[in-house]
């Protein structure tokens, strides 16, 4: 084969103009994947039945809140949201004034379809804190000054939902757990939730 000067330099021109396409093709793909995988913030409205002893003495819980989702892999996200909680009592008491719950939860939320559509399960671990305010009472000219007592509690929670471009409609159980110095067999909060949120992507 007749040697031509000049041909070494042009097969090693092509080898890096071939580098450089599929290097682009590549950087091309993963922008691709990293848009169709967004950060998501979400504005919901939370409903709550009461469970057990729980279900006793409360007969809603509603209230707004706000999540955040940070997509990790194919089918992924790591989740965090917080929520105010108002309690609505069954029966008029007139000794509470009012019952609020403050939930900091954190989790992992799986999509059986692809990221960030369709169904998922839902795993989320945190804290509820509880505000309860009691009014000023009056036995027999013996006066009980109003209170507000708080505590804080773990908590967990798993359901499933599913997820559309700009809508979640999630279900989940939601266990608090007692305070530490509660009485041995002392029983935890438990309710049924749905959370009906507003999407956006970041």
Request: no cysteine; glycine share 12%; charged share 15%.
């Amino acid at each position: 084969m007749p040697y031509v000067w000049g041909e070494p330099l042009q097969r090693n021109q092509t080898k890096r103009d071939m580098k450089k396409l599929i290097l682009s093709g590549v950087a091309l793909a993963m922008a691709g994947s990293m848009m169709a995988q967004s950060n998501q913030l979400s504005f919901g409205l939370d409903l709550g039945l009461p469970l057990g002893d729980f279900g006793e003495v409360a007969s809603l819980i509603v209230g707004p809140s706000v999540g955040f989702e940070l997509p990790v892999g194919d089918n992924l996200g790591i989740t965090a949201q917080l929520g105010y909680q108002i309690v609505s009592l069954k029966d008029d008491n007139p000794f509470i004034k009012s019952w609020t719950m403050l939930p900091i939860q954190a989790g992992l939320k799986y999509y059986f379809m692809d990221q960030q559509e369709g169904f998922y399960g839902h795993g989320q671990f945190g804290v509820h804190t509880t505000t309860v305010k009691t009014e000023e009472i009056n036995i027999g000219g013996l006066v009980f000054p109003s209170t507000s007592n708080s505590n804080t509690n773990l908590s967990w929670g798993i359901g499933a939902g599913y997820q559309l471009e700009k809508l979640d409609i999630g279900l989940r159980y939601n266990s608090i757990m007692p305070d530490s110095d509660a009485p041995d067999g002392a029983s935890s909060s438990s309710y049924i939730g749905l959370r009906i949120a507003y999407i956006l992507s970041l």
